[in-house]
């Protein structure tokens, strides 16, 4: 136990220096040297990942070892093992400092030619593609966002349109590993792409068919998109946040995905409840800049009744269910839900009977 945390501390330093001018001092026998050692440490990972004791002690020591605050860089945990091979691979590729017979070397361990039959640099050229396919769909999105102006519709957009399926590619990606985690590369790419396009990607890779066809014939894309649905409905604020995209394009997300639906509804209902009628202005206001305003809630909600069954159903049950508990009041300026309903499309006010009907919060 005491040697592997020494193999750790030692390797995390090695990791350190990869990505500093040191690097220049190191020769082909270094790179060569630095890269067993990760891939000896990935042996170590694999023989006892599986074993549940082992793997708990091994983590209990290196957390006595590195302190409450863990180490600021390199094997921070049991896990990282795993990936050491891949980090030092990255940093090297990326490091100028690195000398051409070290950089030299470096390509010849990573890509050795075919029918070297070497299992674990084949292994690691496939994680390191994975990585750069990752990356290069972060890069889109923040690119693309910079200098794109005036746009076609969302759904039109054969930048948003490959973004998309570039999304729901990656998700399938990690489905098929088992240390795939799906959730938390969606919750990356929310904190470091530009919000609203990373929203707008969403919403178009949600209205994506089902199946696509692949070079080897139909492919399914439901558990991916379940995936996508699951992870909005877990976070709040991205989902407060995807809710204000245009109406339109939500009404169409509602339609095929009931879950989403019922959540916009609950979220649409909340707004409403915020608003309070201004007696001097004549009209419902806010009484936060940050709460959406009336206009956007008729728009939203004009969009939504003019769906077809049931969503429409729901949608007009809802406002009604709303009116009476506010006091089924029939004038205007007494109850917002009134107002909006006095204010829908004539043949959207007439309640179609016999969709399921949605209960509003208590």
Same mark, same amino acid.
């Given at each position: 136990?005491?040697?592997?945390?020494?193999?750790?501390?030692?390797?995390?330093?090695?990791?350190?220096?990869?990505?500093?001018?040191?690097?220049?001092?190191?020769?082909?026998?270094?790179?060569?040297?630095?890269?067993?050692?990760?891939?000896?440490?990935?042996?170590?990972?694999?023989?006892?990942?599986?074993?549940?004791?082992?793997?708990?002690?091994?983590?209990?020591?290196?957390?006595?070892?590195?302190?409450?605050?863990?180490?600021?860089?390199?094997?921070?945990?049991?896990?990282?093992?795993?990936?050491?091979?891949?980090?030092?691979?990255?940093?090297?590729?990326?490091?100028?400092?690195?000398?051409?017979?070290?950089?030299?070397?470096?390509?010849?361990?990573?890509?050795?030619?075919?029918?070297?039959?070497?299992?674990?640099?084949?292994?690691?050229?496939?994680?390191?593609?994975?990585?750069?396919?990752?990356?290069?769909?972060?890069?889109?999105?923040?690119?693309?966002?910079?200098?794109?102006?005036?746009?076609?519709?969302?759904?039109?957009?054969?930048?948003?349109?490959?973004?998309?399926?570039?999304?729901?590619?990656?998700?399938?990606?990690?489905?098929?590993?088992?240390?795939?985690?799906?959730?938390?590369?969606?919750?990356?790419?929310?904190?470091?792409?530009?919000?609203?396009?990373?929203?707008?990607?969403?919403?178009?890779?949600?209205?994506?068919?089902?199946?696509?066809?692949?070079?080897?014939?139909?492919?399914?894309?439901?558990?991916?998109?379940?995936?996508?649905?699951?992870?909005?409905?877990?976070?709040?604020?991205?989902?407060?946040?995807?809710?204000?995209?245009?109406?339109? *394009? @939500?009404? =169409?997300?509602?339609? %095929?995905?009931?879950?989403?639906?019922? &959540?916009? $509804?609950?979220?649409? !209902? #909340?707004?409403?409840?915020?608003?309070?009628?201004?007696?001097?202005?004549?009209?419902?206001?806010?009484?936060?800049?940050?709460?959406?305003?009336?206009?956007?809630?008729?728009?939203?909600?004009?969009?939504?009744?003019?769906?077809?069954?049931?969503?429409?159903?729901?949608?007009?049950? *809802? @406002?009604? =269910?709303?009116?009476? %508990?506010?006091?089924?009041?029939?004038? &205007?300026? $007494?109850?917002?839900? !009134? #107002?909006?309903?006095?204010?829908?499309?004539?043949?959207?006010?007439?309640?179609?009977?016999?969709?399921?009907?949605?209960?509003?919060?208590?």
């Amino acid at each position: 136990m005491d040697a592997l945390l020494q193999q750790l501390e030692r390797f995390s330093e090695v990791l350190s220096v990869s990505r500093t001018n040191h690097v220049s001092t190191w020769g082909p026998e270094t790179v060569r040297r630095a890269l067993q050692w990760a891939r000896y440490l990935r042996q170590v990972y694999r023989r006892f990942g599986s074993h549940g004791r082992i793997r708990a002690a091994l983590e209990r020591r290196l957390r006595i070892h590195w302190g409450p605050e863990g180490p600021k860089s390199g094997l921070t945990s049991f896990r990282a093992l795993g990936r050491g091979d891949v980090l030092l691979s990255l940093n090297l590729l990326q490091n100028r400092a690195l000398g051409d017979a070290a950089g030299r070397a470096l390509l010849q361990q990573l890509f050795p030619g075919a029918g070297t039959g070497d299992a674990d640099a084949e292994a690691l050229q496939t994680r390191l593609v994975r990585l750069a396919r990752r990356r290069a769909a972060l890069l889109l999105l923040r690119e693309t966002d910079c200098f794109r102006g005036g746009s076609p519709g969302l759904l039109e957009d054969p930048v948003l349109l490959t973004q998309a399926q570039l999304l729901l590619g990656r998700l399938q990606e990690a489905g098929e590993t088992e240390t795939g985690d799906p959730s938390g590369w969606l919750g990356r790419l929310w904190t470091r792409a530009p919000r609203v396009h990373f929203l707008q990607v969403m919403a178009v890779a949600l209205l994506q068919p089902l199946e696509e066809l692949g070079p080897s014939g139909p492919k399914s894309l439901g558990e991916e998109i379940h995936v996508l649905v699951r992870w909005l409905l877990e976070q709040s604020e991205v989902l407060a946040a995807f809710c204000r995209l245009p109406a339109g *394009l @939500l009404t =169409s997300i509602a339609e %095929r995905h009931p879950a989403l639906s019922r &959540a916009y $509804l609950v979220l649409l !209902t #909340d707004w409403g409840q915020k608003l309070h009628y201004d007696l001097q202005e004549g009209a419902w206001v806010s009484a936060d800049s940050q709460d959406v305003p009336w206009e956007e809630l008729l728009r939203r909600f004009q969009s939504l009744s003019q769906a077809p069954p049931p969503l429409k159903d729901e949608v007009l049950t *809802l @406002l009604e =269910s709303c009116k009476a %508990r506010d006091g089924n009041f029939e004038v &205007a300026g $007494l109850s917002v839900w !009134t #107002d909006l309903l006095l204010d829908l499309p004539s043949s959207a006010s007439k309640l179609c009977l016999g969709g399921d009907k949605f209960e509003v919060p208590a």
